[in-house]
């Protein structure tokens, strides 16, 4: 089925590691984002991008990188995970019209 | 910048009871305005959305009508069931960068 793919969607990190959280789309979407959702304050932005090689960072970039090589794939890293990196992360692309969101990926820092 | 203010839960409900949540922004511009909908362990789905005042979205029983008066977009239902229990996040897009900025979500609790 079309649509934005989400790996992994569990992952437990130890503060300090790194790790990249996946995420695909099938549909030549040009716009692509990432969210993460606490409890509390909705779905914040963290960052975005408007077609391949071009990001920007939305509200809350600070301890996350991101790069888009292709117009499929948007990886979102974490350079070194902090306890306050706990959250649901979310991804999602949009053609300028909707927006289709990922399943989510559950993030544990201990 | 561009924002949305939701009403705060939790609202907790009888089945078939009206329900009402509230939604205001601020934005420059026209922005398109959107509900989404949470169910329990899952992500965002689109309930519902309007790019224009004036506009009414509907979708599954829901409603919202885009008020450019007052800056609302007020999501509404006649008779809640059990199933509508979830987080509904309205959201707010416009702009040239396409961000979508959501409001806090407004958790949603229906009782049979």
């Known amino acids: 089925n079309a649509g934005v793919t989400q790996t992994p969607k569990f992952q437990v990190l130890k503060t300090g590691q790194s790790m990249t959280l996946q995420c695909a789309q099938d549909?030549?979407?040009?716009?692509m984002s990432w969210y993460r959702q606490d409890p509390g304050m909705g779905l914040r932005l963290i960052h975005y991008?408007?077609?391949?090689?071009?990001?920007d960072q939305g509200e809350v970039p600070n301890g996350y990188n991101v790069s888009r090589s292709t117009t499929e794939d948007f990886p979102l890293r974490l350079l070194s995970a902090a306890p306050s990196q706990t959250s649901v992360y979310f991804c999602?692309?949009?053609?300028?019209?909707?927006?289709?969101f990922g399943s989510g990926t559950r993030l544990t820092v201990v | 910048g561009n924002s949305v203010t939701q009403m705060e839960g939790p609202v907790t409900l009888s089945e078939e009871a009206f329900l009402t949540i509230n939604c205001t922004y601020t934005?420059?511009?026209?922005?398109?305005l959107f509900w989404y909908v949470q169910y329990p362990g899952e992500g965002l789905q689109l309930l519902l959305k309007?790019?224009?005042?004036?506009d009414k979205g509907s979708n599954k029983g829901f409603e919202a009508t885009y008020r450019k008066e007052t800056t609302s977009f007020h999501l509404e239902k006649g008779s809640v069931q059990v199933s509508d229990s979830a987080v509904y996040f309205c959201?707010?897009?416009?702009?040239?960068?396409?961000?979508?900025?959501f409001g806090t979500g407004t958790l949603l609790a229906v009782q049979p």
């Open positions: 309007a790019t224009k005042a004036d």
């Open positions: 934005a420059t511009g026209y922005p398109s």
């Open positions: 991008s408007v077609g391949a090689g071009i990001t």
């Open positions: 999602a692309s949009s053609d300028g019209v909707g927006y289709t």
């Open positions: 959201a707010l897009y416009g702009g040239a960068t396409n961000k979508l900025i």
């Open positions: 549909m030549n979407h040009e716009y």
